[in-house]
């Protein structure tokens, strides 16, 4: 198994993932065809359903880009839409300028607009994702909206996306004009077995993940396959549970350790078992350097689950990390603390996530136990003492 990063799993299907990394799997294809195909035609409507996770929202995306070449484009949520919202949305996202404070200066604005585009050929296009969430107010307004032509010519294009039964949505009262319209509806599939294979392995080698096929050999492909139903959303939640899973028993199987040299000579090598542990010149610290830059009481690793933090305790000629000075500082693997003639190499340091780095950093709660305390405490299991030759 090749050395895991557990950040690389929120990269690559994570919070942190690249929005705009797609993989266009057989289903991702038809749905953009069909959005495409139907956005040509005269009633200009579409919709596209499939359950949670179904990769509804990136298609979504991918159709306002595609769209946004040729015409104004506006893409809202409809679980966070109300009438209001919807007007300033598109006014917005069309780069209309508007000042209008009433509804109705609004609408009147927005109608001018889209007549003068579609008599150009290039009728604006409206996405609403998640529309089986918006409002009933939020619906009557789409109804209305969708009723507008210019002349022979649709004013606006129009792309829905929701869970299953959408056509159940038009059949409402408040969606007659919608209705008449005639949307033809594409049904979302799963993944195939081949396309669950090629989406995990892509999504990891783009967020710099190596050897993608001994992370996600064919075997666990199925697996997560089978868990996920095929279906994108579950997948990415499923392979970041795998990889961050991966990550901590790679990291328990090998503890963290320290080697130390001295001018190029390894005198020890200590694995950090313990919660913490005393770097100085003083006999009773843990990791003791005979070295007159040495601090008595110089520096102090906190050793915790997924994490290694280096804080100096005032010294009197400070703590390199890496040639930098550090006060207080989350240690990678291959990290080498400088003091004095002595360098201490961090190795099998367990990986850390982002937004853990971010807490270490900015926090300022990580308080030390008193110094004097721990020493006395670690007087009775004194580590080998490391002294010069």
Known sequence: ????DSSL????????????????????????????????????????????GSGKSTIARSQRD???????VALLDGAQLTPRSLLTGMLAQFG?????????????QLNQYMAGQAKEGRAPVLIIDNIDRASSSTLRLLDWLSSLDAGSEIALRIVLTGKEK????????SMRSLARRRPAIYSLNPLSAQE????????????GGASSEKVFPVDICEKLRESSRGWPGALNHRATEVLQRMSELQSAQTPPRIVVTRDGHTIDVQ??????????????????????????????????????VLIDLNSTN???????????????????????RYRLKLENAPAIDADLDRRIRMTDTITLQNVDDLRRKRAARQVKVIKSH
């Open 1 to 4: 198994m090749p050395d895991l």
């Open 9 to 52: 799993a929120n990269k690559a299907f994570g919070r942190r993932a690249d929005p705009s990394l797609v993989v266009a799997y057989q289903s991702y294809q038809d749905a953009m065809r069909f959005l495409a195909s139907q956005l040509a035609q005269a009633n200009g409507i579409a919709l596209l359903q499939g359950p949670d």
């Open 66 to 72: 595609w769209s946004a070449r040729q015409s104004p």
């Open 96 to 108: 209309i300028d508007s000042v209008a404070e009433q509804d109705e200066a609004m609408l009147q």
């Open 166 to 173: 959408l056509a159940v949505l038009l059949q409402q009262d």
């Open 196 to 207: 669950t294979m090629i989406y995990l392995r892509t999504r990891y080698i783009a967020a």
């Open 271 to 308: 694995e950090l078992t313990e919660r913490k542990y005393v770097i100085g010149r003083n006999e009773l610290a843990d990791i003791t350097l005979d070295d007159p830059y040495v601090s008595k009481t110089h520096a102090m690793l906190q050793v915790f689950g997924n994490a290694i």
């Open 318 to 340: 400070g703590t390199l990390v890496n040639s930098k000075m550090a006060l207080k500082r989350v240690l990678r693997n291959n990290d080498i603390i400088s003091l004095g």
